[in-house]
């Protein structure tokens, strides 16, 4: 059942609005990829509580807020922001920077790429060239049961394109960093991301996702991902939005033949989070890794859920995600790993695992297997805890004081997904960040 239908009359009209100013200037095929993404939103509406997708996440506060957006407006280059604070020091990269949703191209460079690597943002490529990007722009994630990404798919102007050809290999990272601000009334964003990478190549690519200040702002984010077969992909995901801001994402991934993917994401930021991530094998021998850290205080709430998705056989994956819950804060893991009838010889994984802060935090875990093959190595487990006492105590007579042992042990739970990240520069960052939110962590942080 969806939400009172007037509360989508907003984004219905500004639908229509948008598709008769663009009706003489946008190709057939994109028309037909946002006039079918928002009738899937006019039909289904917002989810509600009642939705069991959506159970832990109630989206009324959101879809009732006046979350302002005017796609006929003049992009706005705000060229000044801030943004070195949310790098990662001297990491050699390729970066692309957006500010509340738009190409900022002063405070975005592009070093030495290989020949027939295109990375750019997507405003400019379908203004100019958008014949490129019908192969696969709006082929992969899914509109017909999530509205967030219908409104996105629906509302698309800008985000970014890395498109790796067949055999090349990009060996520095590639930066992809969306910025918000705070504005009266508070705005809505729909960054939109698209990485390709054909046959036998391989490539880094970092989605961050930070907030300027602290009000309140809503981003709406989607990712489309296809790997070719016997490629190799390092994804990773940063968000660090305002404390009073809404984060929705949608990852989607498809997966070739023999091809290798790890994607790491980490949420650290957002008072009111929802991720959804959908992978799919399209074929043999593929490989996943797929790890997730939350860390929440506050009255901060997140829900992840994803969705693997082993439709063919001699495939692998192996998830984990954690969760670091302090004050009234709220997590929430749902995740359902899917062995189809002739996915023989599948290896799956799959873990999630709580520590909890104090007596108000509340963690949701849901893992699950759906198998429908026979011959399979599949588990999935979780946990939901505080501290060891024992481990505290034992700290203690070694001459650590408590908020110091505390601060210890629950960074040694996080270390085992940061420790998954290979561009050092970034995980130097985590270490930093990870550790600034835990109390009594000055002593730790000089020893690192």
């Not at 009324?60 to 790098?87: G, H, K, Q, W």
């Not at 969306?178 to 809505?188: C, E, H, L, R």
Request: glycine fraction near 6%; aromatic fraction near 8%.
């Amino acid at each position: 059942m969806a939400v009172t239908m007037s509360l989508t009359d907003p984004y219905l009209a500004a639908f229509d609005a948008f598709a008769k100013a663009t009706a003489d200037s946008e190709p057939a095929w994109l028309r037909k990829v946002r006039t079918t993404a928002m009738g899937h939103f006019q039909k289904n509406g917002f989810p509600t509580l009642k939705d069991e997708d959506w159970k832990h996440t109630n989206v009324a506060p959101i879809v009732r807020s006046p979350f302002a957006f005017d796609p006929l407006a003049e992009f706005f280059f705000n060229d000044t922001a801030p943004t070195e604070i949310y790098t990662f020091g001297v990491l050699k990269c390729s970066q692309l920077v957006f500010v509340d949703g738009r190409f900022a191209p002063k405070l975005s460079y592009l070093r030495w790429l290989p020949e027939g690597v295109r990375v750019g943002n997507l405003h400019e490529i379908l203004h100019f060239d958008p014949k490129t990007l019908e192969h696969d722009l709006g082929k992969v994630a899914t509109v017909e049961r999530h509205p967030f990404a219908a409104l996105n798919t629906a509302f698309l102007q800008d985000g970014a394109l890395v498109h790796v050809p067949r055999g090349r290999v990009v060996e520095e990272p590639i930066h992809l960093l969306y910025v918000s601000a705070s504005q009266d009334p508070p705005t809505v964003s729909y960054p939109r991301n698209l990485v390709v990478l054909e046959e036998e190549s391989q490539a880094t690519v970092i989605e961050s996702y930070v907030g300027l200040d602290r009000g309140a702002y809503f981003t709406n984010a989607v990712t489309e991902i296809r790997v070719g077969s016997g490629a190799s992909l390092e994804h990773y995901k940063m968000q660090r939005e305002s404390e009073a801001s809404v984060h929705v994402s949608n990852t989607a991934l498809v997966q070739g033949r023999g091809s290798a993917v790890t994607s790491t994401s980490f949420d650290l930021g957002g008072g009111t989070v929802r991720n959804d991530i959908r992978t799919l094998f399209h074929d043999e021998g593929g490989s996943l890794a797929l790890n997730g850290l939350y860390l929440l205080h506050d009255a901060q709430h997140c829900d992840n859920h994803t969705f693997i998705d082993h439709s063919k056989p001699n495939c692998t994956s192996v998830e984990q995600f954690k969760g670091i819950l302090d004050a009234k804060s709220r997590g929430i893991f749902y995740g359902k790993i899917l062995v189809r009838k002739d996915a023989q010889k599948t290896n799956a994984r799959q873990t999630n695992k709580n520590l909890l802060l104090s007596q108000e935090a509340f963690a949701d875990s849901t893992p699950g297997l759906e198998i429908l093959a026979d011959d399979v190595k599949c588990n999935h487990g979780s946990t939901v805890g505080q501290l060891d006492e024992n481990a505290i105590f034992y700290l203690r007579s070694r001459g650590i004081d408590e908020d110091a042992a505390r601060t210890l042990l629950t960074y040694a739970f996080a270390s085992e997904i940061i420790n998954q990240v290979k561009v050092a520069s970034m995980r130097i960052k985590l270490d930093q960040l990870v550790l600034s939110r835990l109390p009594g962590s000055e002593a730790i942080r000089e020893s690192l």
